[in-house]
């Protein structure tokens, strides 16, 4: 296929496909440039000459210098349509087409934005769109100073670009940027609009250009390059960019119908009635953008009185300034002169509409169908009235049949998926939207709209739902990054798909510039209080209920606020609000239910639970507030059933198994609620609470080390945690750990110094070190924090006293702090333990007896530890019988207890031994020796253990043996034995030869 082009000279030379811009040499000796695909665009067809004389070297110096001064004078950045435009309406949907334009605007502009630093740059763009969802782009930037990358993603943004679909031949055009000043002199600007060099797929530009060369195209015009032609060009895009802003205002608003956009007209063939003495220079009236003025057009009608367009074109111009009234009384004087005019009633009918009256607009477009039943306007003007009114199926009959006279409408296919949407028939809006997209996919109005359809066409949208309506919604704002409806209704489906973030910041963007949006201040107020904000989502939700915007969520926000802020008063009347609005708001009767056992009413608390279950038995939350309602009346086994059930419905609920793990421990079912504490922190690893109260729990069961483990992941993850600080120190202290308890009681004072109970313990730490000065000085403080609990401390102080002088075999000194203690208090069990223990270590075994005693009668359930120590120091004093008696009780107990009220293993080991000491001194041998081993095997480092041994050894008579085992609990210290025994126990070695 070969093109023929002539130079100046006339001289024809023959130049095959894919050759633009390509210099060949004349028979005369000049040089010709190759013309470009937008020139020849205007040839007719294949072999149709091309004149291109203005592309020679030698182009004119003074159009040359006209065309420069006219490139800096032209917009930083505009666009050339490189076809006419009734050529683009044959070959692309003239809306689609306009969309994709400002598509490609809005990528240019940004890339300018980019490159702010590049002074100087002048970029020219070329597209083309061909048949089938082919494309040619071909950018060039002079100078090339732009960084290779840069020029390399804008290439592909661009490519990346969907077009509408094109029929007929190729539709191109050229966007040219003057960047901060236009190209340096030394470069040239560009002359010519398009060149394209490369594409979408792999095929060769020469393919591409025979696939276009069999098209017909219009006839060639005359195109000197001057500064007369591109002002002209100039001026066509402007009032292409006019129209550009006309059709692309498409509504679409939040919960408010909006006023339809119309679909394009396809207007029927006019029959030219023009009087001889029209002036030949007017525009014909189908080109609003003439530049007439009313005055002009008033002027002209008054020579011209029986010219009917000369009426249309004032209307079209009163309907751009919306003065209704005056527009109307035109079109009906063009209906007097000429009422077989469809096309005028279906505008006419707009007007009507415009103005608030539907039912004259619904009669002007019967009227219009009359004369026209395929009339696309008019079928598509009386849709939307009826989708207004809610008469779905006449307005889907309408669209769908102007649907079959304009198959490539995108916006018929909008408002077809928008009557779909009111019928509900949701699969069948989302398939029209589709379609719609297909046909324009710079569609915003039909994003938006798809993604509505797909919202209601669930009541509980999946994750992969919420995903596709975010991205529609994505999309129709990166097309109107300015419209509020957009931007608000992606905030309330960003807030169902968990990006509260995101839902914040669309609502921030509404309000900056609408900042009375009722609507924008409730949805922001939803995600502040989900984000923790408490304080702001107050204020937005006030804002919102002042602007008007009233409903249970506003209300149900702000009591989940109050509620965050300890105003439960207040949280509790928004709750009835709530309920007001909507009486079956369960989310309002479970928050009051959550509210009222707050306030220590678990009666009520439990009827809104049960309230809550009734209204949706599948929720897991009112079982779980249930099962806390039960725990707060002492009702652990209720608890436990409920929290069951939550679990059941929601096995991700984690304080469902938190909570039955309290509950199990308060049942002392440890080993459940163990496993519940395993299970929760499968699902939240990172809950710092549940480590500190499986620690609680372990150290009750004398895990220590399992229970430390936990703690110091505990402050691990929260290295500010004073809770896990503080029982980690309290442990340290049970163990002796005194130094690395100090260290966490001093943490907890830095992070709570009005702790009073920080102070008393790190004064129990100093005691335990015989620093009394300072303990001293820490119960002080512990006081002033707390006064209330003054006595309280100062018993706290005499135990440890207590204790800490049995440690240190200060006997009496234990025994003195014991019983003041117990003057203070006659029913303090702890000072009647330490001072047994201190009685029986001293040898002083009545009174040890006496105080387990003691201790036995006031402790209203069985004392494992008081029958143990009793059992033991009768047989210290050889009633074997009273003994054992109290041992066996002892160790029957410890099948039934569980938690800190059953013995520790060494102290099981201690009753075994006792036991044993006192079956050997009745006699009984083989037990005896059963219960050593089992006590041994426990407690393999008690001195205890084996001075009883040595001494049943003694007795016997097997003294080698006996002078063994008291060497062994002379060696053992854990713990050691106190000074009498000692002294015995030397004294059987020394008597026995052993030093």
């Not at 993603?153 to 969907?162: F, G, P, S």
């Not at 938006?448 to 529609?472: G, I, K, N």
Request: net charge negative; glycine share 6%; with cysteine.
């Amino acid at each position: 296929m070969n093109f023929t082009i002539r130079c100046v000279c006339g001289h024809r030379s023959d130049v095959p496909a894919g050759r633009a811009g390509v210099q060949i040499r004349c028979d005369c000796g000049r040089t010709i440039e190759v013309p470009l695909l937008s020139q020849l665009q205007r040839a007719r067809a294949a072999g149709e000459v091309c004149d291109a004389t203005e592309c020679q070297e030698g182009f004119p110096a003074d159009e040359l210098a006209e065309a420069r001064a006219v490139d800096e004078e032209m917009p930083r950045e505009f666009f050339m349509i490189l076809a006419p435009d009734h050529v683009i309406a044959q070959r692309v949907h003239q809306e689609a087409f306009v969309h994709f334009v400002a598509a490609f605007d809005r990528t240019v502009k940004s890339f300018a934005r980019t490159t702010e630093a590049q002074p100087g740059v002048d970029v020219q763009i070329g597209y083309a769109m061909f048949p089938g969802g082919q494309s040619l782009i071909d950018l060039q930037i002079r100078p090339e100073i732009l960084p290779p990358h840069v020029v390399t993603e804008l290439k592909m943004e661009l490519d990346a670009l969907r077009h509408p679909p094109v029929e007929g031949g190729p539709v191109s055009f050229c966007c040219r940027a003057l960047l901060w000043g236009g190209a340096a002199s030394s470069h040239p600007p560009f002359l010519f609009p398009f060149s394209p060099q490369f594409g979408k797929r792999s095929a060769s530009f020469d393919q591409l250009l025979t696939e276009a060369a069999g098209l017909a195209y219009p006839p060639p015009e005359r195109r000197p390059c001057t500064a007369e032609a591109r002002s002209r060009w100039g001026r066509s895009v402007l009032a292409l960019g006019r129209r550009l802003r006309a059709w692309l205002t498409v509504v679409f608003a939040w919960r408010v119908e909006a006023q339809p956009v119309e679909a394009q007209p396809v207007r029927p063939p006019q029959p030219a009635i023009t009087p001889p003495e029209f002036p030949p220079l007017l525009p014909g009236p189908a080109d609003p953008s003439c530049g007439y003025t009313v005055e002009e057009l008033t002027s002209l009608i008054g020579q011209y009185p029986q010219y009917a367009p000369l009426f249309g074109m004032r209307a079209e111009v009163f309907e751009q300034l919306e003065d209704y009234d005056r527009a109307i009384a035109d079109y009906t004087a063009y209906l007097t002169l000429r009422p077989d005019q469809a096309e005028i009633y279906a505008r006419r009918a707009m007007i009507y509409c415009a103005a608030g009256s539907q039912e004259l607009g619904l009669k002007d477009l019967k009227s219009a169908l009359q004369l026209d039943p395929d009339h696309v306007a008019a079928l598509a003007g009386r849709g939307m009235i009826y989708l207004q009114l809610d008469a779905w199926e006449q307005a889907l009959a309408d669209f769908e049949a102007a649907i079959e006279h304009d198959r490539r409408n995108p916006s018929l296919q909008v408002h077809r998926g928008r009557t779909l949407i009111g019928r509900g028939d949701y699969p069948r809006a989302v398939e029209a939207l589709t379609q719609a997209l297909r046909l324009d996919p710079h569609h915003d109005a039909a994003y938006a709209w798809r993604a509505l359809a797909r919202r209601r066409a669930s009541t509980e949208p999946t994750d992969e739902t919420l995903q596709s309506m975010l991205a529609d919604f994505d999309a129709a704002l990166d097309i109107q990054p300015e419209h509020a409806g957009y931007r608000l209704y992606r905030a309330e489906v960003r807030l169902g798909a968990g990006d509260i973030r995101g839902a914040a910041a669309d609502c921030d963007f509404i309000l900056a510039r609408q900042p009375q949006s009722g609507e924008a201040h409730a949805l922001r107020g939803i995600a502040r209080q989900r984000l923790g904000d408490s304080p702001g989502a107050i204020e937005d939700c006030d804002s919102a209920l002042e602007q008007g915007a009233e409903s249970a969520d506003i209300y149900l926000a702000r009591a989940f606020a109050y509620e965050d802020l300890g105003e439960m008063d207040a949280a509790l009347s928004d709750c009835e609000a709530a309920l007001e609005v909507n009486p079956q708001e369960v989310v309002a009767v479970n928050l009051r239910g959550a509210i009222r056992l707050k306030l220590g009413d678990p009666d009520e608390a439990a009827e809104d639970f049960e309230a809550a279950i009734a209204m949706e038995p599948d929720w897991a939350l009112p079982y779980a507030n249930r099962g806390n309602a039960c725990r707060a009346r002492g009702d652990n086994s209720g608890a436990i059933q409920a929290y069951g059930r939550a679990i059941e419905l929601d096995p991700q609920l984690v304080f469902a198994y938190l909570n039955r793990a309290l509950a199990w421990a308060d049942e002392e079912q440890d080993e459940k609620s163990l496993e519940d504490f395993a299970a929760a922190l499968r699902l939240a690893p990172d809950i710092v609470g549940a480590y500190i109260e499986r620690a609680w729990l372990r150290t009750r069961r004398h895990e220590y080390d399992a229970a430390l483990a936990d703690l110091n992941e505990a402050v691990r993850l929260q290295p500010d945690s004073a809770p896990a600080h503080f029982q980690r120190g309290r442990l340290h202290l049970q163990q002796g750990n005194y130094d690395e308890a100090l260290q966490d009681f001093d943490r907890v004072i830095d992070l709570a110094p009005d702790l009073a109970a920080a102070y008393s313990s790190r004064g129990g730490v100093w005691i335990q070190k015989g620093e009394h000065d300072k303990a001293d000085a820490d119960f002080q403080q512990a006081i002033a924090c707390e006064p209330g609990m003054a006595e309280a401390f100062v018993m706290e102080r005499i135990l440890l006293e207590a204790a800490y002088y049995g440690r240190q075999e200060e006997f009496d000194e234990a025994v003195n702090r014991a019983s003041e203690a117990i003057e203070l208090d006659e029913g303090c069990l702890p000072a009647y333990a330490i001072r047994a223990g201190a009685y029986w270590y001293s040898e002083q075994l009545v009174e040890a007896i006496d105080d387990f005693t003691e201790l036995i009668e006031r402790n209203d359930e069985d004392d494992f530890h008081a029958h143990a120590g009793r059992g033991q120091v009768y047989a210290e004093l050889g009633e074997f019988d009273l003994a054992l008696a109290d041992l066996d009780h002892a160790l029957a107990l410890v099948n039934r207890l569980a938690g800190g009220k059953g013995p520790s293993k060494t102290g099981l080991a201690y009753a075994y031994n006792g036991r044993a000491f006192a079956l050997a001194g009745l006699g009984r041998l083989d037990e005896a020796m059963r219960d050593f081993d089992r006590s041994l095997k426990d407690a393999p480092e008690s001195a205890w253990v084996y001075y009883n041994l040595g001494l049943v050894f003694h007795h016997l008579g097997r003294n080698a043996e006996a002078v063994a085992r008291f060497e062994h609990a002379l060696e053992k210290t854990d713990p050691p034995l106190p000074p009498l025994k000692r002294d015995r126990a030397r004294g059987f070695l020394r008597r026995h030869g052993h030093t």
